[in-house]
């Protein structure tokens, strides 16, 4: 086993698709936001239930807050069989709007998953201090949007947004990161679902823990993932923004973890996003990785490999100084064990590299690298996926703050990458993306977000 795909229906920076059989990938990413995911996040593509509990007939009595707590977790689907006679490519992109009075889908965080048990891929979407759902149609339509809000205090910058069971009931719950009352604080806004399209209101299902950040260094408009740290069977939340964050599950709660230590240089490396692997390092335990830089004395990157200790905590780091700001987690190379590829968005040399995983969990900085001429940015969004039909690992990226600029990388499925070719979308400023089979066609769609509205490129064969 080279790697076990830990996200479970999230997305910091953005995003991962575990779901994808393309190059042999099983890495699972969140996004960005960030999750991105992701990067305000990004979530999986699962398009469909196995019928425990999340068909829409409520799978467990709506008034237990508990719901089922683990005794019928969300199982998602095997994704349908994409196959194409010839080639297949990202085809014109569609505006999807907000509801009224707003034209919105989001902004700062996107997620996928089945949230009405129906088979069809919905989405959820952050802006401020919104959050919507969208849900899906299964022909790339999608309902009109509804409003999720949180009823029990005012929220400001609700930011990454995953989607997971996280009452173990067999249906899919919204979670968002925002901050409260104009203070350094963050809290997890979990929004349960009742079954039938309608979620309770955030922070009254459950009690948590506000999370002072002042002074950790931790800011609201980062990205998240979503994985089981402790073994309980349900999904904890690692927050990256800055500085990295755990919110740890239980059963009635969602309760603050420890501020995660790495080596920052005191301070001078900065935390971009993280993923949340389980590596092949003697365990099944997950472990995180964390990409950070620094501008002092000179720009730097750096990836921090931390080993998960099973309660939520991380130790012995290994670190693997390079040129980048942001990682994403996929397998690029089709050898089984999952690889980070890494961007780069300092003016005039922009690029993007890899660090090859070997089959024991190290990495190994690759000296291939695809230099870009998109405008810089310092804040980009890339995401992995299938988007041609060939088996290989392919990267979408979105660029510029103002006038984005979209190019799709090709893979070779052996580290290596095409030239960037550029493609539309119907937004305008660079946005935080995931990938799902929205038309359940088998093939990888595209979905990005800026916060005035959302852009779906559906992959066509030709």
Known sequence: MALVALACAACILPSSEDDEDSGGSSAAQTGSGPGETGTGGSG????????????????????????????????????????????AALGSATKIAGPGGFSSAGGTGVATGDLDG??????????????????GNGDGTFSEAMQLLSVEFTIFNVAPVVIADFNGD???????????GGTDTLYPLIWLNN?????????QDHSYDGVDTHGDGIKSDGTATV?????????????????????????DAITTGTVVAFNDDGGNYISRNCEVLTLDDGDDIPDLIIQSYTFSPDYMGRTAVLHGN?????????????????????????DGAVDL??????????????????PDGTFALSPTTVELTAASSDYPTFVPGDFNGDGNIDIAMADGLVDMTAHLIRGNGDGTFEAPTQFSTAITSSPVMAVADFNEDGLQDLLGSDGQDASLSLSQCH
């Open 310 to 334: 099973g309660d939520g905590s991380f130790s012995n780091e290994v670190d693997y100084d390079n040129f980048a700001e942001f990682a994403v987690a996929a397998d690029v190379d089709a």
């Open 118 to 135: 129906d088979g069809h891929v919905d989405f959820a979407a952050t802006e401020n201090n919104q959050l919507l759902l969208f849900f």
């Open 44 to 87: 999986e593509g699962d398009s469909g239930t196995d019928g425990s509990g999340a068909d829409g007939s409520g799978g467990t009595d709506s008034g237990n807050p508990a719901g089922g707590c683990g005794s019928a977790p969300y199982v998602p689907p095997a994704p349908a069989d994409g196959t194409c006679a010839g080639s």
């Open 227 to 251: 994985a089981d740290l402790d073994g309980n069977d349900l999904p904890d939340i690692v927050y990256c923004g800055y500085g990295v964050k755990v919110f740890m599950s239980s059963c």
């Open 341 to 358: 590829v890494l961007h780069n968005t300092r003016e005039n040399n922009e690029k993007l590299g890899l660090l090859a995983g070997k």
């Open 195 to 203: 079954g039938d399209r309608s979620f309770g209101n955030a922070n």
């Open 170 to 180: 067999g249906m899919l719950d919204v979670a968002a990161t925002g901050g409260y």
